[in-house]
Nanobody, 120 residues
Framework: QVQLVESGGGLVQAGGSLRLSCAAS????????MGWYRQAPGKQRELVAA???????NYADSVKGRFTISRDNAKITVYLQMNSLKPEDTAVYYC??????????????WGQGTQVTVSA
């Protein structure tokens, strides 16, 4: 089993910054994609940012230029630096990691979620 532990959420004023972290542990053979999703009340979960094993990144249009995703392969950790936060960024943020626990067994793990609240 692969466990993900998130940290870094909280309350911030509009225009402020937060940095989310997500550390993976357990039996991990390899990791492919790592990403961050968010879900606001009454809305569907949406992709915020993703990063591949090669370092390619993808962002939702709503966060481009404000958020930066990065990963530390040695620490098996993915980060989300969030700048110029807006009230509409308020949501529970979840990290997601795709990989393999062995050559033949893939995994798809989710973090427990961390609340990000941006006040106007």
């Amino acid at each position: 089993q692969v466990q993900l532990v998130e940290s870094g959420g909280g309350l911030v004023q509009a225009g402020g910054s937060l940095r989310l972290s997500c550390a993976a542990s357990g039996i991990i053979f390899s990791i492919n994609g790592m990403g961050w999703y968010r879900q606001a009340p009454g809305k569907q979960r949406e992709l915020v940012a993703a990063i591949t094993s090669g370092g390619s990144t993808n962002y939702a249009d709503s966060v481009k230029g404000r958020f930066t995703i990065s990963r530390d392969n040695a620490k098996i950790t993915v980060y989300l630096q969030m700048n110029s936060l807006k009230p509409e960024d308020t949501a529970v943020y979840y990290c997601n990691v795709l990989g393999r626990v062995s050559r033949t067994r893939p995994f798809d793990s989710w973090g427990q979620g961390t609340q990000v609240t941006v006040s106007a």
